[in-house]
């Protein structure tokens, strides 16, 4: 068995997620001690139990420590075994736990099963402190299909903090090999296209939004409007184009115009760093590019802590796959020496 210490680097949901999707996939058994140790409240929260009984269930695992505020897990997997699956985060907590979170934990395994899946997950699709659910379809995705993936996101209804009440179906087809990436040219500002969206919140909200998105940017941005379908009231604003993507949410007494500079402003600073991809998808690329073909390279405008977490579980399990050019906090490029095509 393989003993991880889930307080190592971030320590984080990431350790958790990455381990678990690669215990899942070599078929190795392992334990997380001391999860989420150095966190306000440690162990296990709603959305990563959800990830752990949910990838449980795909592959038949046994299981031990599967609780809220476990600061220790066991996880045995069986195999892969595709299918059609509903998991629910709010099932027994109430939580507007991210449903991204979740599909980014399964995902990757899937795709490796020998038969299509379909999931519908519930919970919170735009929540703080984790991707929404439009980054999964405009960013995440796309750049998967460049490796070779095919999967489709459908967002079915959005689910703001606290309520939560979201949902998304993804459907995913097996895929026998990943191919390598190298995505060091930064993308143009004009392949830039813009979203301003609000539930159950005065039309005028969306209206100020996109007003100060063209005022905020410095060249004329395609902008979409959405009344987006949600239980409870929010507001969102996203930027996306090719391997980037920058999203800003609305809160009590947050100014709509407040909301798109967020957004406006990390887009710009990633156009001036000229890197390849945003740190967002360099952390989640990071687990694909080791499972591909080949040798893949990456810029990333930031070289953060969970990128570097996430690289330290990958080696535990596949060996030495990554050289990091770069410091933490700054620009790096990223390259990783694949698995030759993974399979099981």
């Known amino acids: 068995m393989l003993v991880l210490d889930g307080s190592y680097?971030?320590?984080?949901?990431?350790?958790?997620?990455?381990?678990l999707s690669l215990a899942a996939l070599t078929g190795n058994a392992i334990r997380l001690d001391r999860i989420r140790y150095g966190r306000r409240q440690p162990g296990l929260r709603p959305q990563h139990l959800t990830a752990v009984r949910a990838l449980a269930q795909v592959t038949h695992a046994a299981l031990t420590g599967d609780e809220i505020g476990s600061t220790c897990l066991t996880f045995s997997?069986?195999?892969?075994?595709?299918?059609?699956?509903t998991f629910d985060v709010a099932e027994k907590t109430g939580s507007?736990?991210?449903?991204?979170?979740?599909?980014?934990?399964?995902?990757p395994v899937l795709i490796f099963a020998d038969a299509p899946s379909s999931l519908i997950i519930k919970g919170g699709t735009h929540v703080p402190w984790s991707p929404p659910a439009h980054y999964l379809n405009a960013v995440f995705l796309p750049a998967l299909r460049e490796m070779g993936l095919n999967a489709d996101l459908e967002i079915i209804r959005w689910g703001f903090y606290p309520l939560g009440g979201g949902e998304i179906r993804l459907r995913l087809a097996p895929v026998q090999e990943l191919n390598a990436i190298d995505w060091t040219d930064p993308p143009a500002a004009t392949d830039f296209q813009g979203l301003s969206a609000?539930?159950?919140?005065?039309?005028?909200?969306?209206?100020?939004?996109?007003?100060?998105l063209q005022q905020s940017l410095d060249w004329p941005?395609?902008?979409?409007?959405?009344?987006?379908?949600s239980r409870g009231k929010g507001s969102f604003v996203f930027l996306w184009g090719p391997h980037a993507g920058f999203s800003a949410l609305g809160a009590r007494g947050k100014p709509a115009e407040s909301?798109?500079?967020?957004?406006?402003?990390?887009?710009?600073?990633?156009?001036?760093?000229?890197?390849?991809?945003?740190c967002r998808l360099a952390d989640q690329i990071a687990l694909y590019a080791a499972l591909a073909a080949g040798v893949s390279r990456f810029s990333s405008e930031m070289i953060t802590?969970?990128?570097?977490?996430?690289?330290?579980v990958i080696d535990r399990?596949?060996?030495?796959?990554?050289?990091?050019?770069?410091?933490?906090?700054?620009?790096?490029?990223?390259?990783?020496?694949?698995?030759?095509?993974?399979?099981?």
């Open 9 to 19: 680097g971030e320590g984080g949901g990431q350790i958790i997620r990455t381990s």
């Open 77 to 85: 997997p069986q195999g892969i075994f595709p299918g059609n699956y």
């Open 96 to 107: 507007a736990g991210s449903v991204c979170l979740i599909a980014q934990t399964l995902l």
């Open 198 to 212: 609000a539930a159950n919140l005065p039309a005028h909200v969306t209206r100020r939004q996109m007003q100060a």
């Open 221 to 229: 941005l395609r902008i979409l409007e959405e009344k987006a379908p």
């Open 259 to 278: 909301v798109a500079l967020e957004a406006a402003m990390a887009l710009k600073r990633f156009l001036t760093l000229r890197t390849g991809v945003d």
């Open 305 to 312: 802590s969970h990128l570097l977490t996430n690289i330290w």
């Open 317 to 344: 399990f596949l060996g030495q796959r990554f050289a990091v050019q770069g410091n933490l906090g700054g620009t790096g490029i990223i390259m990783v020496k694949g698995s030759r095509g993974f399979n099981r």
